[in-house]
């Protein structure tokens, strides 16, 4: 039998921000029969349910990069393409796509890059946000990029499901940007919110954090079509607003932390960020397939550790998120750590993860050089010994001053909370032992 498995229009399956108005086509056909090969096919496409253009049979054996050859696609209009396929023994089999197309051209570009006045080395997550107006639309496009990743929220609903967006390129030369149909969400008085995070972009990455730039950015556009077809457009500009909401942290390998009690700070004004407006990375639609939730596991076994942890096992490995729904006293933290298998005693194997920043420690820093990368990575900065020139490197004073400022810390912890200090030293020892040997 024969079978269309997969359609792609511009290398993706179902893309939501087509900037091409003659895509390039696709698909891919399966058999349970040998020496198969495609005849001849069949592409005919529609806009709602108007049939906009029909191939008609074509005799051709191509299923791979298929010029689109009917009339230039439409700008922001959502198409359906139906693909008829025939082979060689006579058989035939059909598949269906659908796709929406964005703007051709950059006219969207009125938006400006906006960003926060946090410090460099912040590791919350701002939420820009922009109450509007509006009248009843025909339709409405949210075009939106950042620097960072974020995720986005109009009226209270998520807009999208997707992760991680815009992706992760090279933000110096190009960027992604995705388009997401909100007409249903729009209401007479609107509230947008866009959450970012450090990302690839500003957050921990290859043992340093910064490697592109060091502070989140957005850049949005909401393009409404009006019922007598006029168009409003709801950019980011200097009228948007930042607070910090109870996202306190957010990174690939220091993990997320989330505060339910924290109530979200006052609004304050957004800043332009000026050098990415004067040289913005090229803005280019998503070209790759987004990054969604493909499967939803419930664990299939409840362990203990010797102390009493639940452990919760999925059965498998893979990559994933936990939802986790309790009811809680204020003040009340869960910690959830992930790891691959258990240890001989039923405890869950972390030796090969990050102890501190990931497992929450608090990291302390005493250096004399106030723009030390070290810094970058501490939650607090001690300044202590004074500034060596190359000869005086390693001086007998500047170590006496670290090594007081260090022992006053430890005696104080100690004392503050012994129990803890002894469960401290017994993880450094671990710790330095591996590294030492």
């Known amino acids: 039998m024969l079978k269309v498995s997969k359609i792609l229009i511009d290398r993706q399956e179902t893309p939501a921000a087509l900037s091409e108005p003659t895509p390039y086509l696709g698909w891919q056909l399966e058999s349970d029969r040998r020496n198969v090969h495609q005849t001849a096919y069949r592409i005919c496409i529609r806009d709602g349910l108007m049939p906009f253009w029909d191939s008609g049979r074509i005799t051709d054996s191509e299923s791979a990069a298929v010029r689109y050859a009917g009339p230039p696609l439409n700008e922001e209009c959502h198409y359906t393409l139906e693909l008829t396929v025939w082979d060689n023994h006579g058989e035939s089999a059909q598949g269906k796509a659908e796709f929406s197309t964005a703007l051709f051209a950059p006219r969207f570009l009125t938006a400006q890059w906006i960003t926060h006045t946090l410090a460099e080395n912040h590791s919350e997550c701002p939420v820009f946000v922009r109450h509007f107006s509006a009248e009843p639309v025909q339709k409405a496009r949210l075009y939106l990029s950042a620097c960072g990743i974020y995720t986005v929220r109009l009226n209270g609903q998520e807009v999208s499901q997707d992760w991680f967006a815009p992706g992760w ?57 009006c019922m007598d077809s006029h168009r409003v457009t709801v950019a980011t500009d200097a009228r948007w607003q930042w607070y910090l909401g109870q996202h306190r942290e957010a990174e690939f390998y220091h993990g997320e932390r989330i505060d339910c009690t924290a109530v979200p700070t006052a609004p304050q004004p957004v800043v332009l960020a000026e050098d990415l407006n004067a040289h913005a990375p090229a803005l280019v639609p998503q070209q790759c397939e987004p990054v969604r939730v493909l499967e939803r596991r419930a664990p ?48 869950l194997y972390t030796a090969n993860l990050r102890t501190a920043k990931a497992a929450g420690a608090k990291i302390i820093l005493l250096t004399h050089y106030e723009d030390s990368p070290g810094a970058l990575l501490a939650d607090v900065v001690l300044l202590c010994g004074a500034q060596e020139s190359p000869l005086d490197s390693g001086s007998i004073p500047i170590k006496a001053a670290f090594l007081y ?33």
């Open 169 to 225: 390129t090279e933000y110096a030369s190009r960027l992604q940007y995705q388009v997401y149909d909100v007409t249903a969400l729009i209401q007479p008085e609107n509230t947008l919110e866009i959450t970012t995070a450090n990302g690839w972009y500003a957050g921990y990455l290859n043992g340093t954090r910064q490697v592109y730039g060091k502070q989140t950015a957005i850049f949005a556009e909401l393009s409404l079509t």
């Open 405 to 437: 400022v260090g022992e006053v810390l430890v005696l104080r912890y100690m004392l503050d909370d012994p129990a803890h200090s002894n469960t401290a030293q017994d993880l450094t020892s671990e710790a330095l032992t591996v590294k030492m040997l």
């Open 300 to 347: 299939v076994q409840l362990l203990h550790t010797p102390d009493g942890t639940p452990i919760l096992d999925f059965g498998q490995n893979m990559a994933g998120v936990v939802r986790l729904d309790w009811q809680g006293s204020p003040g009340q933290e869960f910690t959830l750590c992930f790891a691959e298998a258990l240890t001989p005693d039923g405890s």
